[in-house]
């Protein structure tokens, strides 16, 4: 009877575990560039209290064994990135990425941070930055006496300065994709980064090469592809899974109660 109410307490743990990675999923659900997480599950180590295919009294063999499962665990986080919406702002440094790809930007440490937030700004210097201050890679530089900016579908970076009739282009945006991108390791501020899961990252332009389907889309951003209620329905299911965890756990003490009172 212990049996079952450890192995309930893991149905709970992991359920509770689940609830807890799709409050997270929903409190994103408005952030830019968010891609949705999902907890998959495996069952733990079985009991085994007769082997399949020993042989019996009567010298054949037994065609199933006896096991009992120990419970179940959690595998795995999955992140699914599937695209988001797209909304229009009409701001001509707000930018989203159609097809696979990441914008590069080179964090505080040193490292190259990944993201599909495409809500640049320009600083002090005319640098396009995020949010919090990371630079793009490659630089992009605005100058202060720009009256238009353009960014083509393939990344092409384009001014005209006051004065002028002309666009000139001054920099090119360059994309990063991964083999395993589910890989990268979320480190907030919607940027990931490298990890050996993910491999090494591909670079390249949009509209060529390894980036022929991509395109760069100005004055759009892409939203959070967080499905409000399928979370919701998730919800439901990993609620309802935890009661019946805890009913379990209450069946097994009550019959452990009534052994108890058996031999008084």
């Known amino acids: 009877m212990l049996r079952a109410l450890y192995t309930a307490a893991t149905g709970a743990q992991s359920q509770q575990f689940n609830i807890d990675v799709i409050a ?4 994103n659900v408005n952030t830019n560039g968010y891609k949705k997480v999902r907890a998959e599950f495996q069952d733990l180590l079985s009991q085994t209290f007769r082997a ?14 006896i096991q009992v499962g120990l ?23 707000d930018l989203a ?15 190259v941070g990944y993201s599909r937030d495409g809500t640049f700004k320009r600083d002090a210097n005319g640098t396009l930055v995020t949010s919090d201050g990371y630079p793009l890679i490659p630089s992009v ?26 666009l000139s282009q001054v920099a090119q945006l360059q994309l990063a ?4 991108s589910a890989g990268l390791e979320s480190i907030g501020r919607n940027i990931f980064v490298e990890t050996p899961a993910s491999g090494t990252p591909i670079v390249g332009q949009p509209g060529q090469g390894d980036f022929a389907r991509t395109t760069t889309n100005q004055g759009f951003i892409e939203t959070s592809n ?20 805890t009913n379990v756990i209450k069946s097994s003490d009550q019959v452990l109660q009534s052994v108890t009172n058996i031999i008084r």
């Open 52 to 65: 399949a295919g020993v042989l019996g009294q009567q010298g054949t063999t037994t065609p199933t064994g």
């Open 24 to 27: 997270n999923n929903v409190s």
């Open 177 to 180: 994709r991964f083999s395993n």
């Open 71 to 93: 419970g179940v665990g959690i595998s795995a986080t999955q992140r699914v990135f599937t695209p988001g919406a797209f909304t229009q702002t009409g701001n001509s440094l």
């Open 141 to 166: 530089i605005i100058p202060p006496n720009t009256t238009e900016v353009s960014i083509g579908i393939n990344g092409a970076v384009s001014i005209r300065q006051a004065g002028s009739q002309t």
């Open 226 to 245: 967080v499905q409000i209620v399928e979370e919701l329905i998730g919800l439901i299911t990993a609620q309802r899974a935890f009661e019946a965890n």
């Open 97 to 111: 990425i159609q097809g696979e790809g990441f914008f590069q930007v080179q964090l505080n440490s040193g490292e």
